[in-house]
């Protein structure tokens, strides 16, 4: 997919909108339109790439686009608290937009809350039976 029909370029281009929380000259950054928690920002290179087996060798993007995650993450207050900066690499990957883009996540994800709800359940189904079983 070119820069033409990219709705990544288009937001970069200002021509489709987004609530835009950083922008230099290599990186945009804005408020993912579906987040998945409190926190859920894409980084995203300004120029098109499409995934990230796509960067040219010795291209610092990755670099460039970890430095606008430490502006983004202190500007929203969750870098001493902690974050995750996670890029999805084609279908197999979740990737479904094929303009580079990294996530900033903080706060509890869906992940996390499912993964924590299952250990909470196991641990209460393994109390109640061994609780069962001490009385029998
Ligand atoms: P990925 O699965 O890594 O390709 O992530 C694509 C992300 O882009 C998803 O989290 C979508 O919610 C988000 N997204 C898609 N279209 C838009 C848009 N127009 N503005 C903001 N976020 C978008
Ligand atoms: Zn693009």
Avoid at 23 to 46: G, N, Q
Wanted: glycine share 8%; proline share 4%; with cysteine.
């Amino acid at each position: 997919m070119g820069t033409g029909n990219c709705i990544f370029c288009a937001i970069i281009e200002r021509k489709i909108p987004a609530k835009i929380i950083y922008e230099d000259e290599k990186v945009t950054a804005f408020w993912d339109a579906r987040p998945v928690s409190p926190v859920h920002v894409l980084i995203v290179p300004r120029n098109h790439i499409a995934t990230l087996n796509d960067i040219p060798m010795n291209d610092p993007i990755l670099s460039d686009m970890g430095h606008a995650a430490r502006i983004v993450a202190q500007k929203l207050g969750v870098a001493d608290s902690g974050y995750r900066f996670s890029i999805n690499v084609n279908r197999g990957g979740g990737q479904v937009v094929f303009h580079l883009h990294a996530h900033l996540t903080a706060g509890r994800d869906l992940g996390t809350f499912l993964i924590t709800g299952a250990i909470v359940l196991a641990t209460t189904w393994r109390k109640l039976v061994s609780r069962l079983r001490g009385t029998r």
